[in-house]
Every structure is written in C-alpha cells, then in structure tokens.
C-alpha cells in the first residue's frame, strides 16, 4: 500500500502561470517532506524540503505548504518556466538508525507550454 | 559539489547472467542508496547502507544483494538477472540530514 500518494500522474500548465503539484501521505510518524526533480535520463535532485514542524518553506518561484491534520504538502511555482518541465517526485521520511530512509510518491510529469 | 558516479549510463545483459553495478561518491557521505524507476511505479528503494559493511534491506530486496567494502562505494548485484530487471538503477548518498544525492543512474535491459 502506498504511503506516499501522487495522485496526478501528470500536470499541464501555460508559462507564467502557477503550478500546483499535490501529494498525500498516510504514515503520521513522518516527520520531513522533500521534493525532487528529475529530467529525463538525469538521477533526481533535490529542489527543496519541510519539517513537520513547519506549515511552509519557500525557496524562490517554489513554495512548499503542509498540512499535517490533512496529511497532504503541495509543491508550488510560480511563475512557472518552460525549463521547469520535469518529473516531481514528493518523499517522506522517518528517522531509522540516525538516519532518515525516505519514502517516493510515483511522481507527476509537470509540461510547461510557452 | 557532491559526485555520485554510475559504472555505467546503459547496460545489456541476457537472462541468468551475474550483472555488478557500481556506484561511487567522493562527499565523505554515510549513507548510500540503490533505487530502481519504472515508469508509473515512481522510485523504489532495494537496499541501503549506512555504514562499511553494513546493509539493510529496502522495499524491494528480492533478486538483488549489495557490497559495501569501502565507504565511497556501493555496489547492486543481480546474482541472476531477469526480464523483469529490465529498469532504471538509481544510486544516491547522503549524510546524517535529509537530502539524497543521485548518480545520473544505469538504464539496464534484460534480453
């Protein structure tokens, strides 16, 4: 069962406009959410991250929002860029060992048109 | 800037053969990560390590095995690999906070 949830496989939005990319999760004990990018035939990198002790962090055009009673974060750019098509991918992660394991959500393939 | 090499960008390989891919980073970091992608199915963690000669099983074990011998790298072992390997193999290191870094991963089919 996924504790993670990307429910939009993928997301289409005009250039300038704002992105809104969703993600769910089910496991109360994670306590810090990530977002990461992934181009084509690239690994991922990290875009920008929340604790749970936080409801928002914003890092230039992305802004991430969470919702701990709901259990849901959202990703938002604004204005979105062309170059900003990609895959997101949304992870939760737990402490294990001292360190943090992360869990992926499927990823939403975002198009930025011109 | 973090390093995290991949042995190899593509790879071809025949059902039952032994296929080894490796993985290095030169940040020093404690932890590594082996990941397989498939489309629709998102990334899904196989094995990690947070130490020398230290590996836990992730998600999705089955089929595979890990060497760790030096800290800069981390090696996936597909002891007799299948059709239903055929994947995207993502390696990531990352220190005692959250944020993993990725190799540009191996793209592996199984004929």
């Known amino acids: 069962d996924q504790q993670v949830k990307q429910n939009s496989p993928s997301l289409s939005v005009q250039e300038g406009r704002i992105s809104i990319l969703n993600c769910d999760y089910t496991?109360?004990?994670?306590?810090?959410f990530l977002w990461y990018k992934k181009y084509p035939a690239e690994g991922p990198t990290f875009l920008i991250s929340i604790s749970s002790i936080k409801d928002k962090n914003e890092d230039g055009r992305f802004t991430v929002f969470l919702n701990k009673s709901a259990k849901h974060l959202s990703l938002h750019i604004v204005p979105s860029q062309p170059g900003d098509s990609a895959v997101y991918f949304c992870?939760?992660?737990?402490?294990?060992?001292?360190?943090?394991?992360?869990?992926f959500g499927r990823g939403t393939s975002l198009i930025v048109h011109p | 800037d973090v390093k995290v090499t991949q042995s190899s960008r593509y790879l071809v390989k025949r059902t039952g053969e032994k296929v080894f891919l490796e993985c290095v980073q030169d940040?020093?970091?404690?932890?590594m990560f082996w990941y397989r992608q498939d489309p629709g199915l998102g990334l899904r963690l196989i094995y990690f390590s947070y130490d020398v000669k230290m590996k836990e099983k992730g998600d999705i074990p089955e089929g595979y095995s890990v060497s760790r011998e030096k800290k800069e790298r981390f090696s996936l072992i597909l002891e007799s690999a299948s059709t239903n390997q055929t994947s995207m193999y993502l390696c990531?290191?990352?220190?005692?906070?959250?944020?993993?870094?990725f190799g540009p991963g191996t793209r592996l089919t199984v004929l």
């Open positions: 940040m020093d970091h404690e932890n």
């Open positions: 992870a939760a992660s737990v402490p294990s060992g001292g360190s943090y394991i992360p869990t």
């Open positions: 496991n109360s004990m994670f306590d810090y």
């Open positions: 990531a290191t990352g220190g005692w906070d959250n944020e993993q870094f």
